[in-house]
């Protein structure tokens, strides 16, 4: 499986995830989304340090650049197609059922990646 291939199937996921009204009730803010550590090893040592607080994702940013990739070219391929549709359509159901992600949504200029792309 390609990198493009991985990243399509993740975007389908994602957007078919997104289009859950009732996902937003356990994740409302798409923008400070937990990150998921690897995997444990039971033979490794410990971390050292424990962070206090886990890091976060900034996933409207991570669908606002996947979209940005197009923006002054169009999609060569099928793959390319689907991986901006689904990217749209998490980032609709995001900015619609959230409130929270249409402020990260606005503050990451998504109003502006969108009109970029009319043009």
């Given at each position: 499986?390609?990198?493009?291939?991985f990243r399509c199937r993740?975007?389908?996921?994602?957007?078919?995830?997104?289009?859950?009204?009732?996902?937003?009730?356990?994740?409302?803010?798409?923008?400070?989304?937990?990150k998921v550590g690897k995997?444990?090893?039971?033979?490794?040592?410990?971390?050292?340090?424990?962070?206090?607080?886990?890091?976060?994702?900034?996933?409207?940013?991570?669908?606002?650049?996947?979209?940005?990739?197009?923006?002054?070219?169009?999609?060569?391929?099928?793959?390319?197609?689907?991986?901006?549709?689904?990217?749209?359509?998490?980032?609709?159901?995001?900015?619609?059922?959230?409130?929270?992600?249409?402020?990260?949504?606005?503050?990451?200029?998504g109003v502006e990646l969108?009109?970029?792309?009319?043009?």
């Amino acid at each position: 499986e390609t990198g493009l291939e991985f990243r399509c199937r993740c975007m389908e996921l994602a957007a078919f995830v997104a289009q859950r009204e009732d996902v937003f009730e356990i994740l409302p803010d798409w923008s400070k989304l937990p990150k998921v550590g690897k995997t444990v090893d039971s033979n490794a040592e410990p971390p050292a340090k424990k962070s206090k607080t886990p890091p976060n994702i900034d996933a409207i940013e991570c669908l606002l650049q996947t979209v940005g990739t197009f923006r002054k070219k169009q999609p060569e391929n099928e793959q390319e197609i689907d991986l901006l549709e689904n990217a749209c359509l998490a980032l609709d159901s995001c900015i619609t059922f959230s409130t929270a992600n249409l402020t990260a949504f606005l503050n990451g200029q998504g109003v502006e990646l969108v009109v970029r792309c009319l043009k």
